[in-house]
């Protein structure tokens, strides 16, 4: 064979081979790219099965406890009972919710209902201070004061330093007429929170059934100096008593 077919023949040979290597590359390249595409349409799917599962609609769920308290604050005590039947088809032994159940019937002033609810809390969850608290403020409304200071005695075993729970265990005492235990538990209350409002309040009170009228007006005038509001009806019961003294210029 001539040196010049020979040559043009190797160069044949050597464009086939690469032809061939190039269309190889270029099928692999394509599959790769193929693959890829594949491989972010299945992440994409898998991403909106997450954010979708079983093709459902997205729904932003909200705390409904939240939102029963929220209720309460603002006062919309029946929307918020209306709400808690709702949550409690799906959660019937939620111990918070039928705590602020029960607290919403507090305040509509359905107080034997509310307590059924604190039964169910306290059964749910034992250690549930606030529905103990407001079990016993209930029973007190009713005027079962002994029964009350019973559950703020389980409010203080289960958090002893509850101060609420020695001013509320205190203002029944007082119902009763123990005057000096009252004192106590009053006390006891202010050493832990000494700007509580409920222990002042009631302290003046106390201090008033004890006829110990001086200490009620120096307790008014801290509770001034405190920023901390009185019931007017309590310092206008102490005024007809014993008028306020005249401080010394």
Not at 28 to 52: P, T
Not at 61 to 70: L, V
Not at 204 to 219: F, G, H, P, S, T
Request: aromatic content about 8%; hydrophobic content about 40%.
């Amino acid at each position: 064979m001539p040196t010049k077919i020979k040559v043009i023949w190797y160069l044949c040979i050597v464009i086939s081979v690469i032809g061939f290597l190039y269309l190889a590359a270029k099928g692999q390249m394509e599959e790769a790219v193929r693959a890829e595409e594949m491989a972010d349409k299945r992440s994409q799917a898998r991403l909106e099965q997450l954010k979708n599962p079983k093709g459902k609609k997205q729904i932003i769920k909200i705390d409904p406890i939240k939102a029963i308290r929220e209720m309460n604050a603002l006062g919309k005590y029946q929307e918020a009972v209306d709400m808690a039947e709702k949550v409690a088809k799906e959660y019937p032994d939620h111990a918070r919710l039928h705590t602020w159940w029960g607290i919403s019937l507090v305040k509509l002033k359905k107080t034997q209902e509310a307590i059924n609810h604190f039964v169910v809390a306290a059964k749910n969850d034992p250690t549930d201070e606030k529905a103990h608290l407001y079990w016993g403020l209930t029973l007190a409304m009713d005027k079962n004061f002994e029964e009350a200071i019973a559950h703020y005695r389980t409010v203080l075993e289960i958090n002893p330093e509850h101060s609420n729970a020695y001013a509320y265990w205190g203002a029944s005492l007082n119902a009763l007429g123990k005057y000096e235990e009252s004192l106590g538990k009053l006390d006891e209350s202010m050493a832990l929170h000494p700007l509580n409002s409920t222990a002042y309040a009631m302290r003046v009170d106390v201090l008033y059934n004890l006829k110990r009228y001086e200490k009620a007006w120096q307790q008014v005038q801290k509770a001034r100096a405190a920023n901390i509001s009185l019931p007017q009806g309590s310092i206008n019961r102490l005024a007809q008593a014993f008028p306020e003294p005249v401080k010394n210029p």
